[in-house]
């Protein structure tokens, strides 16, 4: 089992950045994949960036070359680094771990892009 503790989210004005980090403890060692979700009001949950175990990263159309994931060695910290944001980017961010008994998520944080 693995606990996820999001942190990092806020309020930042169109153009600006954030760093949200993602705190993961319990059975990380058998983590495959983690990655980073979010939900605008409204809207279902969509799948935004993910990194392997291997450090293979990918990323939703949208973010690409605006978003950028890493993972210390351990997975014992996920971070999302996000600069040029807009208002699209408006919504809870939850982070996920893959493990081969399922999936784990945090509880999420909250992004808000606005003037």
């Known amino acids: 089992q693995v606990r996820l503790v999001e942190s990092g989210g806020g309020l930042v004005q169109p153009g600006g950045s954030l760093r949200l980090s993602c705190a993961a403890s319990?059975?990380?060692?058998?983590?495959?994949?983690m990655g980073w979700y979010r939900q605008a009001p409204g809207k279902q949950r969509e799948w935004v960036a993910a990194i392997t175990s291997g450090g293979t990263t990918n990323y939703i159309d949208s973010v690409k070359g605006r978003f950028t994931i890493s993972r210390d060695n351990a997975w014992n910290t996920v971070n999302l680094e996000m600069i040029s944001l807009e208002p699209e980017d408006t919504a809870v961010y939850y982070c996920?771990?893959?493990?081969?008994?399922?999936?784990?998520w945090g509880r999420g944080t909250q992004v808000t892009v606005s003037t």
């Open positions: 996920n771990a893959i493990l081969a008994n399922g999936d784990y």
């Open positions: 319990g059975d990380i060692f058998s983590i495959y994949v």
